[in-house]
Structures are given as structure tokens and as C-alpha cells.
């Protein structure tokens, strides 16, 4: 009987490259040579396809793996009942009314009891409808305690994990991801998996991504290079448990959660190829490109995956993030600008001091939104602060941030509703009056 938790040391390892068709072994020889679905299985395992896109979708987004596995996922099935969500909510979600103000919130305390993933998920935001394969939610995770023979999977959505605080090992059906602050992992929808926290407590943001799953940009007129590079991308190895135990299966589907129990793991696939899988990226390998010249670009260059959507040019999500850079314009208000945007920002930051917001209160950890057509911008002291700068070149060290980016509004939960920082809302007041016409 083997156990992923003993054979991980030896097969833990990755395939690098962004949606590869990769092909990948734990016993030599069980992976079909040269077709998909061989009469008879090496090791007497079962072939089984799981599709996430639609069968005739063009070569070029269509997404399938075939799975050589223990027990084929409808031997996993057993009788399922409801299961309490907790405090995990899916559009189109309307637990209160969305305030037409920004919005922003403390860092969510690790709790000091057990909790293990997916109980310690909080939902923040939700937009578009799940039904619909459309929109997103946002929520922070936290955990104390690993899972053991506790297993989940996503049927609603693909989910991008980008931890803060502790690093997480995913333990799925296709290998084993260990990620932590700096480095983002995501799991396709229907992928089962087991979340381990081999240093402790964690904490960090979760995207649900209901729509087209993420891929890399198009660079445009950049070219060929800087961004995201595909390379960078790393797909893990194969890696299985054969594991007789009892077990617990949860599944979100349909925007409630179900469980049931089985006497077993289903992390059972010993090989397995294809391009539907999980994979991880450090952010720190994101070559940022930046006007040499004057003005702020608009923060579409920091795209590093994109959700797209039936309309080019208008993501479903895009995610953005805000890496160490030079700044180096000339006469140039250099952090972003004042602005009111069809899009719709969820931001959260991983460690240091995000340049549009010097004046404390938002803190590692903590998280803000600016709505569809809502204004927002830098606060006071950072306006003071860039207003007044020598414009010499100046690198901003020591941190990272991102955006959840989206088309549909979000909405707040009642849950991080009751969390809002009272003041957040009128940050734009402390704005001072500078007109004066007598000078230029």
C-alpha cells in the first residue's frame, strides 16, 4: 500500500512549461504508448478522460487529460448529503446591499482553533453567476490543521490559491504543489485534492474563477518576451496513494457543498497526460516592462494570467499583479492615477508597502475593493508624497501586490460586510483643495 505522503519525497518534482501536453509516470509502463484507451490497462488500472472544455473547443483552448488510474471517480461515489458551506458563498450571491464606496479591510485573523481547508474559507466578494459559467468570488482561506483522509473538489469553478502567510502542500489527483507567499497555484475545476500545512497556520486569498480558465496574455506589441514567461510554469509530476481508509469526499456543485463517505483515497492516479492540470508560478520570475519615458501605463501591462470572455479585449478576470520595480519617468506622477474604471478591483497584498497607499491601514494580509465605475486613487499621504518627489530613478523593494480584476460588479457578503474599516469609505476627503489661479 503506498502512501503519498511517504512516496512524495522521491516523486514530488515538476514538468515546466504553460499548457503543455505533458505525459507523466509513477511506475514505468503505465502510461498507454501511442493511444488513449488500451483495452486492458498496465497494472490493471482504469482509464478515465476528464474534459474542461468542450469537446469540439479549437485546439487552441481545448483542455482534456487522460487519467490512469486505481479506481475510476465514479467508484469514489457513495450516498451525498448537504453539508454546511460555512461562511463559502457563489454568485450570484445577495446576502446585503453593496455600498457605492470603496473598500477595504484589516488582515482576516488566523482562528486558534483547528481548522482545515475548505472550512477555513471566507468569502469576500462574489460577481456573475456560477450557473452561467460566468464572473468569480473572492475569499481568503485560513487553516490550522492539515486534512487527513479528507479530500475536495471544485465542480463550480477553477481556484487560484495565492498565499500570505505559510506555505500549503497540495496534495492532487495529478501530483503534489507546494506553494507559499510569492507563488501562486491553481487547480482546475474537478480536480480533486488535500491541502497539508507542513509549517503551520496559513493564510492567503483564493479567486474562484467560474469562467474560461485562466491562460497566459497576449502581449501585444511587446512581443515576444517579459511578462509571464510560459517556462516559468511549473505542472507537477505524478505522484498517487493507493490508501484503504475511511474517507471523507466533499464536493461544491452548484453553489452548495455535499459529502460522503468512501473507504479510500481518490488520489489514486499512478500516470497520466494531457493539459487539464495543476500547475504553480512564482511571481518573482515576472519580468515587468514600464514607461522609460513619462506618464503612468495603465496597469494592464502587469497582466500575468487572464480569464477570457466571449468579448476580446474584456476579461472574465484578469489577474494583475505589482511586483519590484524601477520607476524612472520623467515629470511623471508616478503611482497610479485618479481614475473611474468599468472593471471592477479585488486587491490584496502579499508583503511590503503598495506605492497608491502610504498611509497605513492597508497592511499584508489585508484586501480592498473598488467597484465598477467607482472613484478611486492614491490617498493623501501618497499624493503628498509623489507630488513632492525628486524624480530621481527609484526602485520600489520589497513588495508584492495583485488584483482580481473583473467585467461584473462584485458584491459584498454580509460576512466581510460587518468587517469594512469604517473610514476607508471617505479616504478621499483628506484630499486638500490646491487650486489657486493666480499660478500655473
Known sequence: MNDIAAISVATTGYQSGFGNGFETEALPGALPVGRNSP?????????????????????????????????????????????????????????????????????????????????????????????????????IYVATRSMVDEY??????????????????????????????????????????????????VRGYLCENYGGAFTLPERGPIGANCLANP??????VAAYQDRD???????????????????????DVVAWHGNYAPYKYDLRRFSPVGPVGFDHADPSIFTTLTSPSETPGTANIDFVIFPERWMVAENTFRPPWYHMNIMSEFMGLIFGVYDGKTGGGFVPGGFSLHNTMLPHG???????????????????????????ETRFPQRVTEYAAGLVQPAYGTYGRALLKRFDPSRR
Open 39 to 139: 483495452q486492458r490497462c498496465a497494472y490493471g488500472l482504469y482509464a478515465e478522460q476528464i474534459s474542461g472544455s468542450p469537446f469540439t473547443a479549437p485546439r487552441a483552448s481545448n483542455q482534456r487529460s487522460w487519467l490512469y488510474r486505481i479506481r475510476p471517480t465514479v467508484a469514489h461515489w457513495g450516498t451525498f448529503r448537504p453539508v454546511d458551506a460555512g461562511l463559502w458563498r457563489t454568485a450570484p450571491a445577495t446576502d446585503t446591499p453593496t455600498a457605492p464606496a470603496p473598500m477595504r479591510w484589516d488582515p482576516i485573523p488566523v482562528p486558534d482553533e483547528a481548522v482545515t481547508f475548505p472550512g477555513g474559507v471566507r468569502t469576500i466578494t462574489t460577481a456573475g453567476d456560477a450557473g452561467t459559467q460566468a464572473g468569480m468570488a473572492t475569499h
Open 152 to 201: 475536495f473538489y471544485n465542480a463550480d469553478g477553477e481556484m487560484m490559491f495565492v498565499p500570505q502567510q505559510g506555505t500549503i502542500r497540495l496534495l492532487t489527483e495529478l501530483g503534489v504543489i507546494d506553494a507559499g507567499p510569492g507563488e501562486v497555484a491553481v487547480i482546475p475545476r474537478g480536480i480533486k485534492f488535500s491541502v497539508e500545512l507542513p509549517g503551520g497556520p
Open 231 to 236: 517556462r516559468d510554469f511549473l505542472t507537477p
Open 245 to 267: 481508509a475511511p474517507s471523507r469526499l466533499v464536493v461544491k456543485w452548484g453553489g452548495a457543498m455535499w459529502e460522503t463517505d468512501i473507504d479510500h483515497s481518490p488520489l
Open 378 to 404: 492614491p490617498d493623501r499621504d501618497a499624493f503628498e508624497g509623489a507630488s513632492a518627489a525628486d524624480l530621481k530613478p527609484h526602485k520600489l523593494e520589497g513588495t508584492l501586490a495583485f488584483m482580481f
